[in-house]
């Protein structure tokens, strides 16, 4: 089989007007990036209020493992299936990153015969929209030091600004810096480091706004740091939210492409999945359910921690009813939680897919405390023996948990034809009565509490001294009902990456808490949580070339 990008290099693609067409948008409504992509214009949202919603499929999974479990790709092949059995899809989804890119883990828009296209545009610069947030988190990062320099009048003490830079590149050397070297007329000098763009709260402010009024308000609210008085200061006391708002007037705007079947895909934003909340904007989402009658989204990692965040942060803030979801499993992560080394995947071993089976079983129970009808999505690898995939579907139906075997990747939306029925009869049966894990409303320890204990699984939850202090700060300043947004490995239930299956019994260790205030929620980093990472001793920049006419190889 040719590889992903020689797949999407081959296709045939349609002139971006006629997926704009299909879509019912008008002339007025979007405007061309070149032949293939499209910017739609924020103002669609508005027009279109009145109209019914879509039904809204959330595809996510069980705990990721090094061989990968192809989320997007199922993501993008089940909106393809569900044209094909007569319905209007349209899948919306997160923008890929060029850190993973040219690191180790890839983009993020679907593989094989299930992706999203022009694939190396999107896996790229894309329409700019990371260059913009980009430029936006770095210009208020200039902005300010250069207050400190030129008198300091709020008072900002230099050793407390949390406002650090971001770069769309995993250099870990950048982690932690010192800047203003060099004598007096270089600034003041202080340490400070760089996340990755993805990990900025302007991309998680971007995600969770629908109009360019309240994107200037939510960046307003931002946390900049604290006075030497102990009092916070935000973007709105520096007055600066006009200019870093005008910086995003484009990259508001969500953007049109296509998959590999011509099904439209509306690819926006892209916030950090196990940082922020790790979801495609909330503009884009709601404009493809007014647009379409299934909207085929999905959420970063497992589970844990994209479900979670889903239905609490990105549902509770856009009021959206998801009406099921799609939980993907493949019969090697199965056989890695079961405690099978990578090498040895291929490899038949019923023993091991009972063992880790229980991976599988609390991401399930996971969406079940949502009211949220789903589907396991087998996704099938070529490696997989018939025995194996029976026997996970035989275990399956042992709980009562409806499974379809998917093979998009190899055969497009062909492959996900019964994944898509089915979806269809779960999104037809009695309603159920959706709703978030908590309330705002709870304090913060027991909101905490729940995501830790009942999602995780957790025996307890234990506060290191700064986080402890940083709780007591949220409290006092009023921002106690602020949801929480957990940072934690996506590799296991715990705050520990290499205990992997369905771990039991163990203590999560909130180490700091991060106030985002535009984004209204606080960020509770556990373990060893980086938010700018580093590159493989093989990065897959090394594959990466381009020849004289301009083709691309190696991008995945």
């Known amino acids: 089989m040719k590889s992903d990008i020689d797949i999407a290099q081959d296709a045939r693609l349609l002139p971006i007007r006629e997926i704009a067409q299909q879509m019912g948008l008008t002339e007025e409504e979007w405007e061309p990036y070149g032949r293939y ?30 061989a990968g479990e192809g989320k997007s790709t199922v993501t993008v092949g089940l909106a393809q299936a569900l044209n094909r059995v007569g319905q209007r899809a349209i899948a919306a989804i997160r923008e890929p990153s060029l850190g993973p890119n040219f690191g180790l883990k890839g983009g993020a828009a679907g593989g094989g015969y299930a992706q999203v296209v022009p694939m190396t545009d999107i896996n790229l610069h894309f329409t700019g929209d990371f260059h913009a947030i980009t430029t936006a988190h770095n210009l208020l990062a200039a902005l300010i030091d250069n207050h400190v320099y030129q008198g300091n009048e709020l008072h900002l003490d230099p050793d407390r600004i949390t406002w650090r830079r971001v770069l769309d590149i995993n250099d870990r050397t950048l982690r932690q810096v010192a800047i203003g070297l060099g004598g007096k007329n270089n600034g003041v000098t202080r340490e400070s480091g760089f996340d990755i763009t993805v990990a900025s709260e302007i991309m998680a402010v971007l ?44 990259a508001i705007n969500p953007n049109l492409v296509q998959t590999l079947e011509n099904t439209p895909a509306i690819i926006h934003g892209g916030p950090f999945g196990n940082i922020a909340h790790g979801c495609n904007s909330l503009i884009a989402t709601r404009m493809a359910l007014k647009l379409g009658d299934y909207v085929v989204t999905e959420a970063g990692f497992g589970a844990d921690l994209g479900a979670e965040k889903f239905f609490d942060i990105k549902c509770r803030k856009g009021s959206l009813k998801p009406s099921a979801a799609v939980i993907v499993a493949t019969v090697r992560a199965l056989k890695y939680h079961g405690g099978v080394a990578r090498k040895n995947l291929a490899l038949e071993d019923f023993e091991a897919i009972e063992r880790g089976f229980s991976n599988l079983l609390h991401h399930a129970q996971i969406v079940t405390e949502y009211n949220v009808p789903f589907v396991i999505a087998l996704n099938r690898f070529p490696t997989d023996t018939e025995a194996e995939l029976t026997y996970v579907q035989q275990l399956c139906a042992k709980h009562g948990m ?111 808490i991060r106030p985002s205030l535009g984004a209204e929620f606080l960020v509770c980093l556990t373990g060893d949580i980086l938010t700018m990472p580093g590159l493989p001793k093989h990065p897959n920049a090394l594959q990466v070339d381009i020849d004289s006419t301009g083709r691309i190889k190696g991008l995945f």
């Open 37 to 66: 992509k499209a910017k739609i214009d924020v103002g669609v949202l508005a027009k279109n209020q009145d109209k019914p919603d879509g039904k809204l499929i959330l595809v996510t999974a069980m705990s990721p493992t090094p």
């Open 207 to 250: 995600c969770l706004i629908e109009n360019l009024e309240e994107l200037k308000q939510a960046l307003a609210r931002m946390l900049i740091g604290y006075t030497y008085e102990n009092l916070p200061v935000t973007v709105g006391d520096l007055g600066v939210q006009g200019a870093l708002t005008a910086l995003l007037k484009d």
């Open 402 to 512: 409806r499974i379809e075997r998917t093979e998009v990747f190899a055969k497009g939306g062909e492959g996900g034809l019964e994944l898509a029925k089915a979806i269809i009869e779960a999104t037809n049966a009695p309603t159920l009565h959706f709703q978030p894990i908590y309330d705002v409303s709870d304090s913060l320890r027991e909101k905490i509490d729940v995501i830790c204990k009942k999602i995780y699984g957790a025996k307890q939850v234990q506060f290191t001294e700064a986080a402890q202090r940083q709780l007591d700060d949220c409290n006092r300043y009023g921002w106690d009902e602020l949801p929480i947004c957990m940072a934690k490995t996506p590799y296991s239930f715990s705050d520990n990456p290499k205990l992997i299956g369905d771990v039991k019994d163990f203590t999560m260790t909130i180490r700091e």
